[in-house]
């Protein structure tokens, strides 16, 4: 069991950044590919970002391809999303996702199937 805890969200202005974060719990971490996903009101769930489980590739929407960076910390069992140049269209909930041994292309295919663990979400909000 996994257990996964975000945060960092909050209310900024367009063009402002934000770090968001997810602790998780185990000792299982390294072994899971984590993404960060978000739904805003009336939108279907969208993949932000993926991250390997071994660390080594990155999947990013088109949405926030150069503005969003997702890294991960296996000593601490998190993951985060600093996200820069913000704008209101990326005003959303945003979940953190653990994919088992999945690699970023494939957490970029699957699209939100396959994910064992979800969090509960942070909410993002950018005032225009």
């Known amino acids: 069991q996994v257990q996964l805890v975000e945060s960092g969200g909050g209310l900024v202005q367009a063009g402002g950044s934000l770090r968001l974060s997810c602790a998780a719990s185990g000792s299982t971490f390294s072994t899971y590919g984590m993404g960060w996903f978000r739904q805003a009101p009336g939108k279907e769930r969208e993949l932000v970002a993926a991250i390997s489980w071994t660390g080594g590739g990155t999947y990013y929407a088109d949405s926030v391809e150069g503005r969003f960076t997702i890294s991960r910390d296996n000593a601490k069992n998190t993951v985060s999303l600093q996200m820069n140049s913000l704008k209101p269209e990326d005003t959303a909930v945003y979940y953190c996702?653990?994919?088992?041994?999945?690699?970023?292309?494939?957490?970029?295919?699957?699209?939100?199937?396959?994910?064992?663990?979800w969090g509960k979400g942070t909410l993002v909000t950018v005032s225009s």
């Open positions: 996702a653990a994919d088992l041994k999945a690699t970023a292309l494939l957490m970029g295919m699957r699209r939100g199937s396959g994910i064992n663990y």
